[in-house]
């Protein structure tokens, strides 16, 4: 069984800190990860992708990948009040995607 | 440029009635899902089209069918609806260019209560 697991939280931090997701994954031959933002009432929306070790930046947005340690992190700098959502990690092996349940953040203004 | 659309948004079934909810896409992607999304349960796959042609069972199958109509249409059927069935279903597509092949994006979903 692919398995994709993180915190569920919830995780609060106060506006302008770093909220840091992490996420561990089951199967080493995961090819791709990718984090998904998901408002209440709302649909997934991808807000990161990764796809080798090391970090990849877009914005306030960073993602980190291990794949030794099978690890995956979010980090969001300078966390807003709209930052406040679940925020979902997933990996990709061939044409199947496995998701997290998810990690509640909220940002406290 | 639509993305991913889903119909109907909302719906309440009786048990034992019937429905498909239908899912289409504008970007031109291979690749098309269905998942179902319940409180502390995730997104679990239901069955995904990898081409047009090809459907796949997911991790919940049972209960449901897919139909992938064209490149652009996907849709999902429940012969005989079921209380357990009662879920937030999205469908998503994938297949851009390069790097972003494996980036699934998702329609607005299908709120689905069966009584």
């Known amino acids: 069984q692919k398995e994709v697991e993180q915190n569920s939280g919830p995780l609060s931090v106060p506006e302008g800190a770093i909220a840091s997701l992490n996420c561990t994954y089951s199967d080493r031959g995961s090819q791709s990860f990718f984090w998904y933002r998901q408002y209440s009432g709302k649909s997934p929306e991808l807000i990161m992708s990764?796809?080798?070790?090391g970090d990849k930046e877009d914005g306030r947005f960073t993602a980190q990948l291990n794949k030794a340690s099978q690890y995956v992190s979010l980090l969001i700098r300078d966390s807003q009040p709209s930052d406040s959502a679940t925020y979902l990690c997933a990996g990709n092996t061939g044409n199947q995607f496995y998701f997290g349940t998810g990690t509640s953040l909220t940002v406290i203004p | 440029n639509a993305g991913v659309t889903q119909t109907p948004k909302f719906q309440v079934l009786k048990t034992g009635q019937s429905m498909t909810l239908q899912c289409a896409q504008d970007?031109?992607?291979?690749?098309m899902y269905w998942y179902r999304q319940d409180p502390g349960m995730g997104l679990r796959l239901i069955y995904y089209s990898a081409s047009e042609g090809t459907t796949d069972k997911g991790e919940v199958p049972n209960g449901y069918n897919v139909s992938r109509l064209n490149k652009r249409e996907f849709s999902l059927r429940l012969e005989s609806a079921a209380p357990s069935q009662t879920s937030v279903y999205f469908c998503?597509?994938?297949?851009?260019?390069?790097?972003?092949?494996?980036?699934?994006?998702f329609g607005p979903g299908t709120r689905l209560t069966v009584l």
């Open positions: 970007m031109n992607h291979n690749s």
């Open positions: 990764i796809y080798s070790n």
């Open positions: 998503a597509s994938r297949g851009g260019a390069g790097l972003s092949y494996n980036e699934q994006f």
